[in-house]
């Protein structure tokens, strides 16, 4: 059991990358447009951040630095101070996207009207991340998380075509709209790199106190069962969603019509675990960005911080991650969409994904600072790979929401 | 109002009411609960309203102008439907005709779409 706790922090990094808000949203989407003609992309995704996230986690076992403190060192201030305002820009739209999903969920689950319930979301957040330890946050909100399988038994319920789901692991186009593919495409892949999971899972690895060399093999071992059940839960949205909107023609818009998708074939007992769920991962994923945010904030300008000190010992990184929180609450409570301003969100971290992953590729491999743990071969060359991919995927990312009236065609 | 968006808004409209005629359907199987019920079919009928406004106000392109009414009229009374099941989100005798007006107007939207 002690072993399964061990890779929360995994778990809970990923849901923010696979199931937060805009991905639940943007998966059924891409499953009720594309079928699975898109699977291949979770997979892709899923290895990229893998492969990232145990660079950071290695990087933070072994020369105890998170990934900001990083950025700062290896890009300077000026350049390191324009990925701090992009990924606080990020992290901050993110955050209000997840306020405004807590209640948007709270409200489904008990039919109370959105805006009281945006203040009972931002209450429940600032009370989790004030009173719960860093590990018991973790374990709640990403193990809450996993509730979500209900997506995967819902999926086998369905009976879906498992000639079509493996043919969807295999990029290929198979309709009419290709620039709709690009745009769905570009969407998964970029949703996954986020920045603030990196910021979030490096930082979590100090704060979980990992040592060399027994926690270099956790970090390995989180990194990858973390986003593999992430990637599991995404790739079971798109399932439902192939398997029940394509025939239909419904266009998902809404977390109610993901969550329908389960209750359909699990009746209630189906819909509450979706929706509870839903809960855990969209509130985790606030909690990832806001703390992130702190992180970014503390890193760069060399504050104390930390959740495994008290309030009083990091003051400035408190009101920094409570601000992210107050300032999500003001933005949600404007009226604004929140699956609107997530989707947004996505797009603005097209500066920030370079600059937030080359320096992690570099400290990673510098044996100056990695001694034996540097990057072997294969980091070496999957992070190289996967860097050319994160430079595309965040020149096409702009253009590709223009042209395609952000998927609607 | 171009014949692509007039297709468009046919196609949304038919998600629309499909997706409405589904959360019908779990009323009356007793299979959802009124929160959700009602909370859902809000979203729906509201966005279901914001789409028939916005046909109703579009200046149509020669030809269009008839299908373009009965789009904005069918739109009004998916939206009305919505509202009904909102308000009586644990009646299944009145889920059953929301669930069969929706469905009808979502073949009928279907049509409209394939129309042109």
Redesign the interface.
Known sequence: MTKVFQISLGVLAAIGGFVDIGDIVFNAAAGATLGYQLVWAVVVGAVGIMVYSEMCGRVACIAKRPVFDVVRERLGYKVGLTTLLASQFVNAMTCAAEVGGVAIVLRYLFGFPYRPLIAVALLLLLVSVWFLPFEWIERVFGFGGLLLIVFAVAAVKLDPNLGALGHGLIPHIDTPSPLIWCYFAVGILGATFMPYEVYFYSSGGVEDGWVPPHDLKLNKLTAIAGYALGAVLSISIMVVAAELFVPQGIEPGFLGTVALAAQTPLGEAGLLLALLGMLFAISGAAIDTSLAGAYNMAQFFGWEWGKYRKPGGAPRFTVTWAAFFGLAFLVVISGVDPIFVTELSVVFSVVALPLTYVPILLVAGDSNYMGAHANGRLASTLGWLYLVAIVVISLAAVPLLVLTNMGEG | MTEYRFS?DS??L??LA??GS??AD?VVD???????V???AQ??AS?TEKLASVVASTHPETGLAEKMMRLAALAREAASQLRTLAGH?SDAAAAARVRSALTNT?DAA?KLAKSL
Not at chain 2, 30 to 36: I, L, V
């Open positions: 468009k196609e949304s038919q998600s499909t997706e589904l959360l779990g007793g299979r959802t609960t009124s929160a959700f009602l909370t859902h979203e729906l966005n989100p979502a279907e």
